[in-house]
């Protein structure tokens, strides 16, 4: 290809080149796709000046056109893919190899060869002459594709990382899970276990029958979501903080086993859920609907569930665990065998014996203890049973004994069953004592004589 005809090619890209420029405008968006995702790029204009009017650069003691400009910045760069193209906020331009070898075009659209090495006689070659014509539309070409990408009067660029969906938390796949402690394995929850229907739900999540693959035991598979709020605690053997209820289930498990506390079979963290497989005694109903289907128990009857769910505390008590929420749904009754089983550990924590701030109590209004309104700190002992007092109530007399924290402050006992016997009066009134430091303990309430009457 001669001199001339190169010129003309180039001049012609030139001009095309300065009619793309006159497409940027204020406010252009332009997307970008790369491997790491979808790139956002805003392009700001540095003026208000209309597009039909035509720029002009000050260089110098004369105006130069648009044009013009274009020119004189082709001339001083080294490609025009540089000129194109410059480098991104924090981006480190990187010098081209061979400098030396690759023509550039100047302000009148003629190819300068670099200055040979003056000891070297020898004359370009016409094919070297085609493989630096080729290099320099290859360049061009490579402006040419994507010319809106940095060209801008401005050089403010912003890049906006892309957005990414967050995982579905329904069919997220699970992970290997953490079963430190109960029975190490690494193999999935679908490996090892059928989900059937749904028999509960609430702020704590979900509770679904299923089976255990290996030998069809029915067990009840709890699953609850992963939030901000999710208290972690740090027990004995364990290198890492556990969610608080696994925490506290896997201190129950602790020889001796009582039968009166709901026992953790295994579990699994996933990346946004936990899943907690328990023991599921079948057929069973919440302690608080057995209740409402049997409005004021018979003493025996209430006597038996009674001295489970204080056998169930107490068992807590001496794991170190401080349930907090003790009350009539969350305890299982086994329908035909009257067995009882505390559930539901999530709002429970660590044996303290400095008590616990009042301000944080999270346990069900009903079963608060009066100390909880009127002192700073409350214990755990004096609160259970206090919350024990209020479920014996319940169950003789088919309705708690108070609806709001004014009667709970002056805890005024009204029967509303007049056939009670002596005895289990007197264990409700105990338990229900307004001083805390004046309530039975544990151990004495399985000592009193209305809990005692069978067994004499």
């Given at each position: 290809?001669s001199?001339?005809?190169?010129?003309?090619?180039v001049g012609?890209?030139?001009?095309?080149?300065?009619?793309?420029?006159?497409?940027?405008?204020?406010?252009?968006?332009?997307t970008?796709k790369?491997?790491r995702?979808t790139y956002i790029?805003?392009?700001?204009?540095?003026?208000n000046?209309?597009e039909?009017?035509?720029?002009?650069v000050?260089?110098?003691?004369?105006?130069?056109?648009?044009?013009?400009?274009l020119?004189?910045?082709l001339?001083r760069?080294?490609?025009?893919?540089?000129l194109?193209?410059?480098?991104?906020?924090?981006?480190?331009?990187v010098e081209p190899?061979?400098?030396?070898?690759?023509?550039t075009?100047t302000?009148q659209?003629?190819m300068?060869a670099?200055?040979v090495?003056k000891?070297?006689?020898?004359?370009?070659?016409?094919?070297k002459?085609?493989e630096r014509?080729?290099?320099?539309?290859?360049n061009?070409?490579?402006?040419?594709?994507?010319?809106?990408?940095?060209?801008?009067?401005?050089?403010a660029?912003?890049?906006?990382?892309p957005?990414?969906?967050?995982?579905?938390?329904?069919?997220?796949?699970?992970?290997?899970p953490?079963?430190?402690?109960v029975?190490p394995?690494?193999?999935?929850?679908?490996?090892?276990?059928?989900?059937g229907?749904?028999?509960?739900?609430?702020?704590?999540?979900?509770?679904?029958k299923?089976?255990r693959?290996?030998?069809?035991k029915?067990v009840?598979?709890?699953?609850?979501?992963?939030?901000?709020?999710?208290?972690?605690?740090?027990?004995?053997?364990r290198?890492?903080p556990?969610?608080?209820e696994?925490a506290l289930?896997?201190?129950?498990?602790?020889e001796p086993i009582?039968?009166?506390?709901?026992?953790?079979?295994?579990?699994?963290?996933?990346?946004?859920k936990?899943?907690?497989?328990?023991?599921?005694?079948?057929?069973?109903?919440?302690?608080?609907?057995f209740?409402?289907?049997?409005?004021?128990?018979d003493?025996?009857?209430a006597r038996?569930?009674?001295?489970?769910?204080?056998?169930?505390?107490?068992?807590c008590?001496e794991?170190?665990?401080?349930?907090n929420?003790?009350?009539?749904?969350n305890f299982?009754?086994?329908?035909?065998t009257?067995?009882?089983?505390?559930?539901?550990?999530?709002?429970?924590?660590?044996?303290s014996?400095?008590g616990?701030?009042s301000?944080?109590?999270?346990?069900?209004?009903?079963y608060?203890?009066?100390?909880v309104?009127?002192?700073?700190?409350f214990?755990?002992?004096?609160?259970?049973?206090?919350s024990?007092g209020?479920l014996?109530?319940?169950?003789?007399?088919?309705?708690?004994?108070?609806?709001?924290p004014t009667?709970i402050?002056?805890a005024?006992?009204?029967?509303?069953?007049a056939?009670?016997?002596?005895?289990?009066?007197d264990l409700?009134?105990?338990c229900?004592?307004?001083?805390?430091?004046?309530?039975?303990t544990?151990?004495?309430i399985?000592?009193?004589?209305?809990?005692?009457?069978d067994?004499?």
């Open positions: 290809m001199t001339p005809s190169l010129s003309r090619s012609n890209v030139e001009r095309w080149l300065c009619g793309l420029s006159s497409f940027s405008s204020r406010g252009t968006y332009i970008e790369s491997s995702g790029i805003e392009k700001r204009s540095s003026d000046r209309s039909s009017q035509h720029e002009q000050s260089h110098g003691n004369r105006t130069l056109s648009r044009s013009d400009s020119n004189r910045s001339s760069s080294n490609s025009f893919q540089e194109m193209c410059p480098p991104l906020p924090g981006q480190v331009p190899t061979g400098t030396s070898n690759v023509p075009a302000a659209g003629a300068e670099s200055p090495n000891s070297s006689t020898e004359k370009p070659t016409k094919r002459k085609l014509i080729c290099s320099l539309f290859r061009v070409w490579t402006a040419i594709k994507s010319p809106f990408l940095c060209c801008s009067d401005s050089k660029v912003d890049v906006v990382e957005f990414v969906p967050p995982l579905d938390l329904d069919s997220e796949p699970d992970s290997d953490d079963h430190s402690g029975e394995h690494h193999d999935s929850f679908e490996s090892l276990y059928n989900a229907e749904m028999i509960g739900s609430g702020g704590f999540g979900r509770v679904f299923g089976t693959k290996f030998d069809g029915k009840a598979i709890k699953r609850m979501r992963k939030t901000c709020n999710d208290l972690y605690l740090a027990i004995p053997g290198p890492e556990l969610i608080t696994v289930l896997l201190m129950m498990r602790q009582s039968p009166y506390a709901i026992q953790l079979h295994d579990w699994f963290e996933h990346p946004r936990f899943t907690l497989v328990m023991e599921y005694p079948e057929p069973c109903e919440s302690l608080l609907d209740i409402i289907r049997n409005p004021q128990l003493e025996t009857t038996v569930i009674m001295r489970q769910a204080v056998l169930a505390v107490q068992h008590i794991h170190d665990v401080f349930h929420d003790i009350h009539a749904h299982l009754l086994k329908k035909d009257l067995e009882l089983k505390l559930i539901d550990f999530g709002s429970g924590q660590l044996l014996s400095d616990y701030d301000d944080i109590y999270i346990g069900l209004l009903d608060c203890p009066p100390e309104f009127t002192e700073p700190r214990h755990a002992v004096p609160a259970n049973v206090w024990l209020v014996l109530y319940e169950m003789v007399n088919a309705c708690p004994p108070f609806h709001n009667e402050k002056e005024k006992v009204t029967f509303q069953n056939n009670l016997s002596n005895e289990c009066s409700i009134i105990q229900l004592t307004l001083d805390p430091t004046k309530r039975p544990l151990e004495q399985l000592q009193h004589r209305w809990i005692r009457n067994l004499l």
